[in-house]
């Protein structure tokens, strides 16, 4: 029996370092697989599910999950954590609407930017320089930020009103093309922007490096400092875009806006399969990520199911993929310099009738 | 020459220096803070500073965040860094011994720590065997407890006296806060005095405390020499699971309502209290003592920004940044001292 789940456990190790077989390809594309199952699923058993108007809702309501998940990424990517991204969507959308009473989008829109940007650089300073563990960092950064945030609105939502803002928010909703509001075609540019960034530029692959093994990284020549704070600042910066452009839609930012935020990328990311030791994943596998996210939770609603369902329907699986993870770890880790073949030698060499 | 000139006394000097940093390091912070609390009140800007009841006060308004650090403080210690689903644990532990009271006080209890240690083992068991991620997996559990609470109980708030007709089991649940020995000391600052007394001891002079420190500062060096890492890990999140459901019925006995929300923030809080204690996030450093200094400065802190007339959105920004350079003056000390902590 032993020896049976020996070979079992050798054939399947062997399949999957072998990087064409099926159950190797499964691995490395299981985001893919089970957005087409999450999919077909809905589509087929969802009442309401597979029409224009609630993918279109779906692909407008996850556009600002998107946005923070790519700069996200990035920072896991190198290995780092940024607990603060949900308040500095919220931070950013308070300036944006705040400052265009005075100033218009025209500038407010940079400048809440920038605030969100100036986060970023704080944190990726106080990560690459102090050498604070980025996980406190960010979680200092965000008891500030959701002080900043009271302190401007005096603890109440931002609302604007007046035809030209209105006007704004029709024209980011309302689709242009079929299925695609101005507000996701941007999404889906910035995706393609960082995509080609993170995965066909130099700049990309050192993430990848510095996340891999930053000593390696930094022996290799990588300036390991400046590419960890910029991670910082494009996860801040990306973080602000999308609650600007949520905040623009609605023509309002509330206080707590942001805070699901946090939870939902942080599972999306590592559902993608980005992992959070680094120099793994890529931003396709969390943007398709947060889309399965979200139409399971459009899915369990459509069937009835109360918000109940879908915390817990996300708490499981983002349990079962670390579980997962963690048990793939764990059983490599166990295997490791283990040689199967000498096993069964000797196992040959014992049954053999001595001489 | 001399070969008993060269010796290298560097070791010493920093021992002796992180040990103060550790241990009298936050008090005299804390020492400070009282300095400036006096300070203030003499200049006339606060009132009724040093007074009994307003010291008497701070520590009340702690010692539950107190309970929570003291467990957290041994899965940080174990270098495993915080257990982000301590406020989901607080409201399920809360939530489940206010709809068992209905059977009586006993089994309200025994009901709120087996499911408090349940969770504990469950985290203890993936993060030590499994050696799954720590923030992410904790962070996972308490979605799913979270889940679990709002499929069970959707929305609803539960209270005592609407749960049963019991008057006794009522009013003894309602006294696990408000019971004050001598009319002085409260119950939660009890336990919080007893659990940090129990901890130092546990963390300092057992042999569980010594293979715990080992296995937070070198993992491998400890898996080599024969500890078992797995147990320890698992242990220490019991530890945790235990302070957090202590907490958990404090909590819900001050707010006489068992819900969802109940808990909420007392991860990052704790996390604060225990990191500004002196305890690094890498493991294997700080103590108990240092905990509860960490504590008393939060609430000495919120204590004379509250009595200044800071707005309560102030405050935030103010702990957030007093929070970071604190911890960033920690790491940057121990590196001088080439002990990286990263």
């Not at chain 1, 959070?276 to 939770?297: D, H, R």
């Not at chain 2, 009282?34 to 702690?62: E, H, K, P, R, Y």
Request: hydrophobic share 50%; proline share 2%; with cysteine.
């Amino acid at each position: 029996m032993q020896r049976l789940y020996g070979a079992w456990d050798e054939m399947i190790r062997k399949k999957l370092s072998d990087k064409n077989s099926l159950l190797s390809l499964g691995d490395r594309f299981r985001i893919y697989i089970l957005f087409g199952v999450i999919f077909l699923f809905m589509s087929l058993f969802a009442p309401r599910f597979f029409n224009t108007y609630n993918l279109t809702t779906i692909l407008r309501t996850v556009s600002m999950n998107v946005t923070i998940a790519l700069g996200f990424t990035i920072v896991m990517i190198c290995g780092e954590m940024d607990l603060s991204i949900g308040r500095t969507a919220t931070f950013a959308a308070v300036i944006a609407l705040t400052l265009q009473k005075h100033l218009g989008y025209g500038l407010s829109i940079p400048i809440a930017v920038l605030a969100g940007a100036l986060v970023g650089l704080f944190n990726g300073v106080l990560v690459a320089k102090v050498k604070i563990n980025s996980f406190i960092v960010t979680i200092g950064t965000m008891t500030i930020l959701q002080g900043a945030t009271y302190t401007i609105t005096g603890g109440n939502s931002v609302s604007l009103s007046g035809d030209t803002v209105f006007a704004i928010s029709d024209f980011l909703a309302k689709p242009i093309l079929p299925m695609l509001p101005p507000r996701v075609i941007l999404t889906i540019l910035f995706v393609i922007m960082f995509h080609l960034f993170v995965s066909n530029s130099q700049w990309g692959r050192n993430f990848y490096m510095v996340g891999g093994n930053r000593t390696t990284a930094w022996l290799a020549g990588i300036n390991t400092d400046r590419v960890t704070i910029t991670a910082f600042v494009l996860s801040s910066t990306m973080a602000a875009v999308g609650g600007i452009l949520f905040a623009m839609e609605s023509s309002a930012a509330t206080l707590n806006m942001g805070d699901n935020s946090l939870m939902y990328v942080v599972s999306a990311t590592i559902i993608g399969g980005t992992a959070m030791s680094g120099g793994k994943g890529g931003i396709l596998k969390s943007v398709i990520a947060v889309l399965s996210l979200e139409m399971l939770y459009t899915g369990t609603i459509l069937f009835g199911f109360g918000n109940e369902v879908k915390i817990f329907i996300s708490g499981l699986i983002l349990a079962l993929v670390v579980l997962y993870e963690a048990y793939a770890s764990y059983k490599h880790e166990k295997t490791i310099g283990q040689r199967a073949e000498l096993l069964d030698e000797l196992a040959q060499m014992a049954a053999r009738p001595k001489v | 020459m001399n070969v008993a000139q060269k010796v290298d006394t560097r070791a010493l000097r920093t021992n002796r220096f992180s040990k103060v940093l550790s241990t009298v390091g936050i008090y005299a912070i804390a020492a400070l803070f009282l300095l400036l609390g006096i300070l203030l009140q003499s200049m006339g800007l606060i009132n009724n500073f040093m007074t009994s009841q307003n010291l008497l006060n701070i520590v009340d308004a702690v010692s539950l965040l107190g309970i929570v650090a003291v467990g957290m403080a041994f899965i940080t210690y174990s270098g495993h860094y915080a257990d982000l689903s301590a406020p989901t644990t607080i409201a399920l532990t809360g939530i489940v011994s206010v709809e068992l009271l209905r059977y009586g006080f006993i089994s309200a209890m025994v009901g709120a720590f087996v499911v408090g240690l349940l969770i504990g083992v469950i985290n203890g068991v993936v993060i030590g065997k499994f050696k799954a991620n720590p923030i992410i997996w904790t962070l996972a559990m308490s979605y799913v407890t979270m889940g679990i609470i709002r499929f069970i109980w959707v929305n609803k708030q539960i209270y005592p006296d609407i749960i049963t007709d019991d008057v006794r089991a009522v009013m003894l649940f309602d006294n696990i806060y408000r019971f004050r020995l001598f009319n002085v000391l409260s119950l939660p600052l009890i336990f919080m005095l007893l659990l940090v007394v129990a901890g130092q001891f546990i963390l300092k002079r057992t042999p569980f405390g010594a293979q715990l420190k080992i296995t937070g500062s070198a993992k491998r060096t400890a898996k080599f020499s024969g500890i078992n890492v797995e147990l320890m890990v698992t242990l220490a999140f019991v530890i945790s699971a235990f302070t957090t459901t202590v907490a958990g019925l404090a909590i819900t006995s001050l707010s006489r309502v068992g819900a969802y929300y109940n808990g909420a923030g007392y991860d990052f809080r704790a996390v604060t209290a225990i990191v500004i204690g002196g305890m690094t996030l890498a493991g294997g450093r700080g103590s108990i003592i240092g905990v509860l200094g960490g504590t008393l400065v939060i609430g000495l802190m919120n204590n004379i920004m509250t009595l200044l007339g800071v707005g309560t959105f102030s405050q935030d920004i103010i702990r957030g940044a007093i929070f970071i350079m604190v911890v960033g003056i920690n790491a940057k000390t121990l590196r001088s001292m080439g002990r990286d902590d990263t």
